[in-house]
Each structure stands twice: as C-alpha cells, then as structure tokens.
C-alpha cells in the first residue's frame, strides 16, 4: 500500500504546479523514510547512546515534530546552555512517537518531557487518525512517562495558515481546537501541565503570519514567543 501511495505522488509530480511540487517530494521522501524506519529510530539512536547522564542533572526531552525539530535552526536558539534535549522529528505522527518513546525519552532520564505533537497526525503522513486515537497516543505516553518518574508536560497543537500554501485542508482549525480542548482538560485531570502554544500564535483560528515561515513552523520570532511559555510550564511541572 505504501509502495503505490509512493508510485501515485509521484507519478502527480509532473502534472503539479511548481508551489505544490516541493510539498509533494517532501511527502514521497517521508514514505520511504516509513518503508525503511517507520519510527525513525536511527534518528537519535546513536546520539542518545553517546550521551554521559549525569544522575545531578535535571535533564528535560523535548519530543515532537517539526515544530520540536526546526527550534533552533534560524536564529532563535534551542535553550543554550541548559540539559535540554530536542527530540524532535519532522513530520512524525504522535503513533511514530510512541514508538520512539523509550529510546528517545526514558532512556535519557529526564525529569521532565514536553509531549508536542498532533498536526501530522490530521495531515494523515502515517495513515488515517481520528482525535480518538491521537488523544489515546498522547495519554499512552504521558503515562509511560510517569511510570518511570518523568514528570509531564503536555503542549498544545499549533495552529496553522493558508499564507503560503494551503494547509487547513489538512489540518482543518476545527480539529485542532477540539484536540486542544481534550489535552487542556487530561493535563488537568492526569496532574500533566498544559503548554498552550495555540494561544501564543494564533488570530483568530489561524497562526498569525509574521510568526511563522511557511504556516506551519514558527519563525525566530515565534519562537521567542514560545521560549518563555515552555520554561514556564517545564519550571511548574519541576515544583509538582
């Protein structure tokens, strides 16, 4: 099934204008990333098993996708100095996560994780999910996570817009807003903190476009924007 979603979008290619090309190699790149590693377990692997832990240490994972992944590739930088580990992947689903979970959060011991996940999983790059499954991801995790002393932080979906491309045919604001909902109301209800990056980007339902590079990945200055948020909540899940 994999094989021929690769042979359809490409055989699309050439029928394409050029503003929806570079998305759809970028998807056909992430299908054969599926077919060799649908976790992207060699990701990090190496790295991690690198790493000295140091049992004096707060360490804290960031785990996510691209919003994760791409904090700290422009000038913004990923939280210098401080044992903070970005674990994220470009286009990862919150069921590729789970599968990553151990590798990339438990084995690092961390004090605390930030979970940040869930537009890839209403873009459908692992298959179909339903909030249902996508919330049972989430919950899968944090409680994987509490099992093993790690305390939890759980970030909302960002919000997306049509500025460049058209994204909220994928990731219709709807499901966003309805899956921030769940996540706000089981962070409460777990003893997770709830890191709500939504309200920091959004106007109205879509991500302002000065804040962000293409409608979907913050820019610089989204990114100072969502520094401050995430010390905040990663500082309150340190004091429970």
């Known amino acids: 099934m994999r094989l021929a979603a690769l042979l359809s979008l490409a055989s699309l290619l050439a029928a394409q204008p050029q503003s929806n090309v570079e998305e759809m190699e970028r998807e056909i ?3 054969i990333r599926l077919l060799s590693d649908w976790g992207s377990l060699t990701r990090y692997g190496s790295e991690n098993a690198e790493i000295k832990l140091d049992p004096n240490v707060d360490r804290v994972v960031f785990l996510g996708d691209d919003i994760t992944e791409k904090w700290g590739q422009g000038k913004t930088q990923f939280f210098a100095g401080k044992p903070y580990f970005n674990r ?5 689903t919150t ?4 599968v990553r979970f151990r590798q990339d959060v438990i084995g690092l011991k961390p004090k605390v994780v930030v979970i940040q996940a869930g537009t890839n999983d209403f873009a459908g790059y ?7 499954t996508i919330a049972e991801n989430f919950q899968t995790m944090a409680e994987l996570a509490k099992a093993h002393g790690i305390r939890v932080v759980v970030a909302s979906v960002t ?3 049509d500025c460049f491309r058209n994204l909220t ?3 219709p604001p709807g499901k966003i807003i309805g899956l921030n909902g769940w996540l706000k109301e089981y962070a409460a209800r777990s003893g997770a903190v709830y890191l709500d990056y939504y309200k920091a980007l959004a106007e109205g339902r879509a991500m ?4 962000t590079v293409d409608g979907l990945v913050p820019n610089d200055a989204g990114y100072q924007l969502l520094g401050p948020l995430a010390e905040k909540a990663i500082a309150e899940a340190m004091a429970k």
């Open 169 to 171: 045919e994928r990731r």
């Open 29 to 31: 790149a992430q299908y």
């Open 208 to 211: 302002k476009r000065e804040l």
């Open 88 to 92: 994220g992947i470009t286009h990862q």
């Open 126 to 132: 692992a298959g179909p999910a339903t909030e249902g």
């Open 95 to 98: 069921a590729q996560m789970l």
């Open 159 to 161: 919000p997306v817009c």
